[in-house]
């Protein structure tokens, strides 16, 4: 079965720090690109942050830029999503997305535009 597994959510308060993992299984995505969205309970799923398949682009919200952090190891088939002085408003399920490239340059940053999700993972922050 093809599949993106998330972990690495919790509950922290708020300044604190968590880092998120998308591992994947049943197939290989190396050569997708990647990204995290967000839902937060009443809103629609929002993109956090992207990545393309060689690591070497990404494309980030304004609201998480500079405290947030994309990265990805092809070795391992496992992107990550470090998060730093998270916020109250950071609070949401975090799912991890994969999308072919299309050959394309952009990384793209609607829902409809990927293919394979995880689960969600839980993120809540304190104040």
Partial sequence: QVQLVESGGG??????????SCAASGR?????NKAWF??????????VQ???????????VDSVK?????????????????MNSLKPE?????????APTGGGINIP??????NYWGQGTQVTVSS
């Fill in 66 to 82: 500079g405290r947030f952090t994309i990265s990805r190891d092809n070795a391992k088939d496992t992107m990550y999503l470090q």
């Fill in 109 to 114: 940053t609607r829902p409809y535009q990927y």
């Fill in 11 to 20: 509950s922290v308060q708020a300044g604190g720090s968590l880092r998120l």
């Fill in 50 to 60: 992207g990545i393309s398949w060689s690591g070497l682009r990404t494309s980030t």
């Fill in 38 to 47: 967000r839902q937060a309970p009443g809103k629609e799923r929002e993109f």
């Fill in 90 to 98: 950071d609070t949401a399920v975090y799912y991890c997305a994969a």
């Fill in 28 to 32: 290989t995505f190396n050569t997708y």
